[in-house]
């Protein structure tokens, strides 16, 4: 897992994974922070049939976002949670994670 801090935009962090195990990105709780999702990009290396992306507080355990790609479906996107962001509780442990069988994830969040 890499991340980059910009003080403008963020934090980005990138990760990825083959064969079937997960791209995972983890925000770590902070007592004195509301971490706001703003951006999720990913691709595949082909089809994304069946594929997951999910957006987890564990700390509360509370799904944020539940996706599941269309079997026909592109091969990379983004989702922007516009000028604020998906919202979450104050010092909580984000988990973003895409999966799915037999290929290639990127997985790139941004948040502040």
């Known amino acids: 897992m890499r991340e980059y801090n910009d003080t403008d935009r963020g934090t980005i962090v990138y990760n990825?994974?083959?064969?079937?195990?997960?791209?995972?990105?983890?925000?770590?709780?902070?007592p004195d922070e509301y971490w706001a999702v703003q951006c999720?990009?990913?691709?595949?290396?082909?089809?994304?049939?069946?594929?997951k992306l999910t957006i987890e507080d564990t700390t509360n355990n509370t799904t944020l976002l539940d996706f599941t790609f269309k079997s026909d479906g592109d091969f990379c996107g983004v989702?922007?949670?516009?000028?604020v962001g998906l919202?979450?509780?104050?010092?909580?442990?984000?988990?973003?994670?895409?999966?799915?069988?037999?290929?290639?994830?990127?997985?790139?969040?941004?948040?502040?």
């Open 16 to 30: 990825t994974a083959s064969g079937n195990n997960t791209a995972v990105v983890s925000i770590a709780a902070d």
């Open 40 to 51: 999720i990009g990913w691709s595949f290396d082909k089809k994304p049939s069946g594929s």
């Open 87 to 112: 919202e979450c509780s104050q010092n909580a442990t984000i988990v973003v994670s895409l999966s799915g069988t037999k290929m290639t994830k990127n997985l790139t969040v941004q948040y502040a």
């Open 79 to 83: 989702f922007e949670f516009g000028p």
